[in-house]
T-cell receptor
């Protein structure tokens, strides 16, 4: 599995956009970029995933660079409830079957009032 | 949406006790489920892959006789921590993949061994 690199921690003001970067320079052609987050004492929550095109859903936007070596998760209007550890993971597509996810250390995002 | 449920959410027991944790897929069938362990201030570490109707696949360094996994139905996997000791205290989390959707996780089980 491709390895990902994320900043250890980030701070963002409430109401502002939170931009979380992730480097995945060794990503393979058939690997997707997934983002999960873990709020304290809960299981990880799926946020979004993408292959090469930018993606947006009700939670966030995912911007993947053209060379696919890095990506940015954007929370457009961060709230205090977005304080969590955010994990960037690269893995093959879900339609290729259930496969384990390898978690790195993630980015601890703190939203400040 | 797809939901993965874990039970219990928290358990406290004496050293030497065996503890069973259940992981259920509530609205989908899962031939494969995953068990993770998370120590304080650390990331999730995969322990094993639970396969319905066959033996689980354990990650390197995880004792299969210590952490018994049973996946007897398409909606239930159980993890039994046998003869638990204080060093087994941790946050145990399961996950499952509903069809071709991304994996969903349970809310975890916090195990404390006294």
């Amino acid at each position: 599995d491709a390895k990902t690199t994320q900043p250890t921690s980030m701070d963002c003001a409430e109401g502002r956009a939170a931009n979380l970067p992730c480097n995945h320079s060794t990503i393979s052609g058939n690997e997707y970029v997934y983002w999960y987050r873990q709020i304290h004492s809960q299981g990880p929550q799926y946020i979004i995933h993408g292959l090469k095109n930018n993606e947006t859903n009700e939670m966030a936007s995912l911007i993947i660079t053209e060379d696919r070596k890095s990506s940015t998760l954007i929370l457009p209007h961060a709230t205090l409830r977005d304080t969590a550890v955010y994990y960037c993971i690269v893995r093959v597509a879900p339609f290729q079957g259930a496969q384990k996810l390898v978690f790195g250390q993630g980015t601890r995002l703190t939203i400040n009032p | 949406g797809a939901v993965v449920s874990q039970h219990p959410s928290r358990v406290i027991c004496k050293s030497g006790t065996s503890v069973k944790i259940e992981c259920r897929s509530l609205d989908f069938q899962a031939t494969t489920m995953f068990w993770y362990r998370q120590f304080p201030k650390q990331s999730l570490m995969l322990m094993a892959t639970s396969n319905e109707g066959s033996k689980a696949t354990y990650e390197q360094g995880v004792e299969k006789d210590k952490f018994l996994i049973n996946h007897a139905s398409l909606t239930l996997s159980t993890l039994t921590v046998t003869s638990a000791h204080p060093e087994d205290s941790s946050f145990y989390i399961c996950s499952a993949q509903p069809g071709d959707q991304p994996q969903h996780f349970g809310d975890g089980t916090r195990l404390s061994i006294l």
